[in-house]
């Protein structure tokens, strides 16, 4: 819709409440970096998140969200999460993935689901130190879990979209699965509890250090910081993997190509750098949080949507939400080219990142602590499929249309990512 009407900025107004919608990269600085602390993330979203969540990064600004964030930092810089064992996880999802005679897989296979069992148990490991094996012990639990899990997304997504209304999408459904939510997480954390007794010794984890510093180990607020982590961590992996295999699926000669950079072994850093281009470009077209907001803390100003073409300064009252929108301007093609819509990774060869005109990650002091994390995750599921599967095919369903989108909080493929693989055979 900017790309048609050529404005990258412009307001409405409803029930007396005004929005600004962007995709300016000088106003997206400005609401990130210069202008910081003019904007939150406003009373809407934090009374929506932390009836479900509690209180944690998601939800929180200025001091809360200093000390949240200050908290969780150290944590993403120690080894394990810089250098995560993602080994078991991957290698499940990948042997998951059963084959015929021939190779080829016999029914089409829908990789989101996996994707998101993968990146919620990734994220269970890391910041709970549920591994592999118990998960396995626990698996009718775990999956209940999930489901519940998906259930209290769901809802906050059409909370989010009901705005100042969110309060009256509710219901016994939302609750008993905020319930079952909360139950599964104090139960890991009890656990933890009774086992760092009786070891003696704290295990490396991010309840581990979160216990040693909660004040009497208060279930809720350990509870609720490790719920944002899981929000911010499982959508975000499982729906760039998803779009990620999309395109590679539409596009064999991108496929072949990455494979082969993957199987040539001694072209290891190359091949993180075939990677790493192939998922930029992925969510440069399928940004996993297309669209976001903020709201003004103050009166202020933007630095452009205002005067008669737009060019001006454009001045903000307190309470005015802002919309951005990352998907919008990552199909801009007054920065990317005139082929902005297609998927071609060799785009990113030998191009800077311009911070405020490619935003996945958000940028400037709320930028995503997991950005490093994800990559490592993303890259390792890469690497398996290709090793062990020559060709990947998209399956489509009869007239169905390509490449719908499922906006929530985060953007999915709407029919799913279904896929034919057939295995290297010698
Ligand atoms: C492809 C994967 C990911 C994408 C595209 C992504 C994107 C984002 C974006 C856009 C934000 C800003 C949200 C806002 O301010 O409204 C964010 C924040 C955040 N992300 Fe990620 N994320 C990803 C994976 C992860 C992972 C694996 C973790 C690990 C826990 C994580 C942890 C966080 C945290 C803690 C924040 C809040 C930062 C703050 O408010 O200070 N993310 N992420």
């Known amino acids: 819709m ?25 106003n997206l600085q400005a609401l990130h970096a ?61 042997r998951s993935i059963e084959t015929g005679p021939d190779g080829w897989t016999e029914a089409p296979v829908d990789l989101q689901p996996l994707f998101y069992t993968f990146a919620l148990e990734v994220s269970c490991d890391i910041f709970f130190g549920l591994g592999p094996d118990e998960l396995e012990d626990q698996s009718d639990t775990f999956s209940a879990f999930a489901a519940a899990f998906d259930i209290v997304q ?48 704290p295990s490396p984890t ?41 395109h590679l699926s539409r596009h064999p000669d991108e496929y072949t190509s990455l494979r082969a950079s993957i199987l040539s072994r001694t072209e290891s850093d190359a091949s993180s750098e075939h990677i790493r281009h192939v998922l930029l470009e992925s969510l440069r077209l399928h940004p996993a949080i297309p669209l976001n907001t903020r709201t003004a803390l103050r009166d202020t100003s933007l630095p452009r949507g205002g005067g008669a073409n737009g060019d001006d300064p454009i001045f903000v009252r307190k309470g005015d939400e802002i919309l951005y929108s990352a998907h919008a301007l990552h199909r801009n093609p007054a920065i990317w080219g005139p082929d902005a819509e297609e998927f071609r990774p060799a785009r990113w060869t030998g191009r800077r990142r311009q911070a405020w005109e490619f935003l996945p990650f958000n940028g400037g002091p709320r930028v995503c602590l997991g950005q490093r994390l994800a990559m490592v995750e993303m890259e390792g599921i890469i690497r398996e499929i290709a090793r062990r599967f020559e060709v ?25 990512v279904r896929v034919r693989l057939r295995e290297q055979r010698p």
């Open 2 to 26: 900017m790309n048609r009407s050529g404005w990258d900025t412009f307001q409405w107004r409803f029930l007396g409440s005004r929005t600004i919608m962007t995709r300016d990269p000088r």
């Open 206 to 246: 991010f309840l581990d250090q979160l216990l040693a510093s909660v004040p009497g180990h208060d279930p809720s607020l350990i509870r609720s910081q490790l719920l944002h982590l899981l929000i911010a961590s499982r959508d975000t992996v499982a729906v760039t993997l998803g779009w990620t295999f999309h």
């Open 154 to 201: 769901e809802y906050l997504s059409v909370r989010t979209k009901l705005g100042w209304a969110y309060f009256l999408w509710d219901g016994p459904k939302f609750r008993r699965a905020i319930a079952q939510v909360n139950h599964f997480v104090d139960e890991v954390v009890q656990r933890t509890i009774s086992n760092s007794h009786s070891k003696g010794t």
């Open 392 to 416: 990947l095919e998209p399956v489509m369903r009869e007239g169905e249309e390509d490449g719908v989108a499922r906006v929530t909080l985060t953007m999915s493929s709407a029919g799913g």
């Open 34 to 94: 210069t202008q910081f602390r003019d904007f939150g993330m406003g009373e809407n979203r934090k009374n929506n998140f932390r009836l479900a969540l509690g209180r944690g990064i998601f939800a929180a600004d200025g001091d809360e969200w200093r000390h949240a964030r200050g908290f969780m930092r150290p944590y993403f810089l120690t080894e394990h999460v810089k250098r995560p064992n993602i080994e078991p996880h991957v290698r499940k999802l990948v």
